[in-house]
Nanobody, 115 residues
């Protein structure tokens, strides 16, 4: 059973930084793509960033230049470095891992950006 566990969320002031981590119980090499999505209260879940097993990255326009996704295959972990946080980045952040046939979600970690 594959499990994804997010950590690193919390309360931060605008302009601050956080680093989210997503630990995978299985081998990250089995995942074609890992990613982060987020869902703000009253809004649909949206893609934040993805990274393939080859290291290709993709970002939502709203986070380009501020967020960086990376993966450490040795630690079976994916990270999301978030800099220049804004109030509108407040959301629950979910980790997603996908093989060619399955998708796995974590339970989420809350990020609150507030003065």
């Amino acid at each position: 059973q594959v499990q994804l566990v997010e950590s690193g969320g919390g309360l931060v002031q605008p302009g601050g930084s956080l680093r989210l981590s997503c630990a995978l119980s299985g081998s990250i090499s089995s995942m074609y793509m890992m990613g982060w999505h987020r869902q703000a209260t009253g809004k649909q879940r949206e893609l934040v960033a993805t990274i393939t097993d080859g290291g290709r990255t993709k970002y939502a326009d709203s986070v380009k230049g501020r967020f960086t996704i990376s993966r450490d295959n040795a630690k079976n972990t994916v990270y999301l470095q978030m800099n220049g946080l804004r109030v509108e980045d407040t959301a629950v952040y979910y980790c997603l891992g996908t093989t060619y046939t399955m998708a796995y979600w974590g339970n989420g970690t809350l990020v609150t950006v507030s003065p």
